[in-house]
């Protein structure tokens, strides 16, 4: 049982840092929408429909963007499965230093681009559509090592139907029915909050992303080493009380 309590305290706690995550998608992709010629960085759903439709010659719209942030995204998901080859399920070390690096190489894009606007230079925006899609995939990647069904930081659609199909049963599933609601939130939000930083400065969403990937990583270390502590110290207690003495 004490266990038991642990491991569903841990799995809250882990939830709501995704949907921080999940949040800071949100606010990429409506910079790299909005910024960077109409490239999706974290949404792969979104892109490949931008780039079938820029292969069609639709809409004005480019296929470089969307092909290079494809692939960057692919790129970033594989090497963060390669990182985490024989790390065990669930939040590690390397988990936290995956979404922490990300994150600070998001910060530095932002630099980028306030040093180098996209507008004026389409090779700046490509690389910045690079590097954001390889750290989202990372992102992405390493929010699935963390072993939270329902739950995944870089799309909405399968929260979509898994909200449908919860009324399936009688008494829905009220943790899982508030991941997906919550994933399905948030990514609206971050594009809403995203839109309106751009107004001031790109470079200050991407800052803000960067912020709370450090953030999330920061809190996650400490949640992982106080449930080692806290874990150690409770299966040390004996389970019964202690023994009257002479």
Do not use: K
Request: glycine fraction near 16%; hydrophobic fraction near 50%.
């Amino acid at each position: 049982m004490v266990f038991e309590s642990l491991r569903r305290q841990t799995r809250r706690r882990v939830t709501a840092l995704l949907l921080v995550l999940t949040f800071g998608t949100g606010v990429v992709d409506a910079v790299s929408y909005l910024v960077l010629d109409r490239v999706i960085a974290g949404n792969m759903s979104g892109n490949v429909l931008l780039l079938g439709m820029g292969l069609a010659g639709a809409g004005g719209l480019q296929v470089a963007g969307p092909a290079v942030a494809f692939a960057a995204f692919w790129l970033g998901a594989h090497l963060c499965g390669r990182a985490l080859r024989r790390a065990p399920d669930g939040w590690t070390a390397r988990v936290s230093g995956l979404i922490a690096a990300s994150g600070v190489v998001v910060g530095l894009v932002g630099v980028g681009v306030a040093l180098i606007p996209p507008a004026t230079s389409q090779p700046s925006g490509l690389a910045a559509a690079a590097v954001l899609g390889a750290c989202m995939g990372t992102q992405a990647a390493a929010a699935r090592a963390t072993g939270v069904a329902d739950l995944v930081t870089d799309a909405i659609t399968g929260a979509l139907v898994g909200l449908g199909l919860e009324f399936r049963h009688r008494r829905p599933d009220r943790e899982r029915w508030g991941r997906r609601m919550g994933s399905f939130a948030l990514i609206g939000v971050g594009a809403f909050v995203g839109a309106l930083l751009i107004r001031v400065h790109a470079g200050l969403a991407l800052g803000l992303v960067a912020a709370l990937s450090v953030g999330v990583a920061a809190v996650g270390q400490a949640l992982l080493e106080h449930g080692d502590d806290e874990g150690d110290a409770r299966a040390e207690r004996p389970d019964g009380p202690p023994e009257a003495g002479p």
